[in-house]
């Protein structure tokens, strides 16, 4: 049974862990915790200025993470979204119910522009991203206040103005 909630620090250790080990082990992606102070500051780095962070839970385990980093009035970057190797794919449905999520969440707040920066070695998250009509855009076209993550090297654009 699938369990979509909100995560705070209290699951950092979980996320941290869930986190590292798609990025280093699974893709090979040069990054470390150091690199992402915000895993061990969930409360003040995503909450406080209006954005959020969820887990995908079954059974109680966390299986997958998104989180929204709001940086304008309107705008936001997701971040952190992960689904463990052996809960992907559509017959799970997991990746889409977070990003489902996190878009009520965009949509109920105010939030029309949803920015994201991911790695190009990340094929199967741009394939998902493309379906879920997300426009793959120029560094250059990103807002000056966006996050940028130095490992990300493909960025896309979702407008949710109605």
Known sequence: MLEIKLVNNTYSKEIID?????????????????DQPDL????????????????A?????????IALVKFDEKAAAIRKMF????????EHGIAQKLLETLIAYCQKNGI?????????????????????HFEVIEKELLPSKFPLMNA????????LKS
């Open 152 to 159: 990300d090297n493909v960025f896309c654009f979702l407008n």
């Open 40 to 55: 061990m500051q969930i409360a003040d780095f995503y909450f406080a200025n209006g954005g959020s962070f969820w887990g």
């Open 57 to 65: 839970f079954i059974n109680g385990e966390l299986v997958g993470t």
């Open 83 to 90: 689904v463990k190797k052996e809960f992907r794919g559509k």
């Open 112 to 132: 029309e522009e949803v920015y994201l920066g991911t790695v190009s070695i990340l094929k199967a998250a741009l394939r998902f991203y493309e379906r879920n």
């Open 18 to 34: 869930l986190v590292l080990n798609i990025q280093q082990k699974e893709f090979n992606v040069p990054i470390t915790i150091e």
